[in-house]
């Protein structure tokens, strides 16, 4: 009897932990990258619009989030971030299409758009270059233990090896581009 108590008891507690995973979605893309979220510069004729992103689950402790969307296929040797934002305030819980680019005015109060790889502030989206093939654009969304005290200025490396030190959990999502 007691055996059976504890087993009830661990699955409980599995299943209790399994439904408060740290989670990320986008009601606009489905997997997908368009032209609507394409780079508008470099021969491309995209939108340029910034996905929308909803999070749930939050870990406790979170003072602050951060996102980025990197594209490890890249053909430069190191991948390419298209997007670097953080000290996103610990409130905020989703991203609404554009707001780290068509319309900045939507970002919380207090959020950062560092550089991305263009050298340009906020969201730079994909570059599909013909014969490139496939590739997977990385969407994360990091809980953060603390702010980072960078500013607009720092690279995405700096960035990434602050989010590194201070992240509490992550939660990913993959969107595709395939160029023949």
Do not use: C
């Not at 554009?98 to 919380?108: F, K, N």
Request: net charge neutral.
């Amino acid at each position: 009897m007691t055996l059976g108590i504890v087993l009830l008891n661990a699955i409980t507690l599995h299943a209790q932990s399994a439904a408060k995973t740290f989670t990320l979605k986008s009601s606009g893309l489905g997997g997908q990258l368009t032209k609507d979220y394409y780079y508008n510069d470099w021969g491309v004729n995209g939108g340029n619009i910034s996905p929308d992103l909803a999070w749930e689950n939050v870990p406790e402790g979170t003072q602050a989030f951060a996102v980025t969307m990197y594209d490890a296929a890249a053909p430069t040797g190191s991948g390419w971030w298209h997007w670097v934002l953080f000290n996103v305030p610990a409130g905020t819980r989703s991203l609404k299409a554009g707001a780290a680019s068509t319309h900045p005015e939507l970002l919380p109060a207090g959020s950062i758009s560092s550089l991305n790889d263009f050298k340009q502030y906020g969201y730079g989206g994909p570059v599909p270059i013909p014969g490139s093939g496939f590739h997977p654009y990385v969407i994360t969304v990091y809980a953060l233990k603390n702010k980072i005290n960078l500013d607009k200025d720092a690279n995405p490396a700096l960035v990434g090896f602050n989010l590194g030190a201070n992240t509490i959990a992550k939660a990913s999502i993959i969107a595709y581009v395939y160029v023949p």
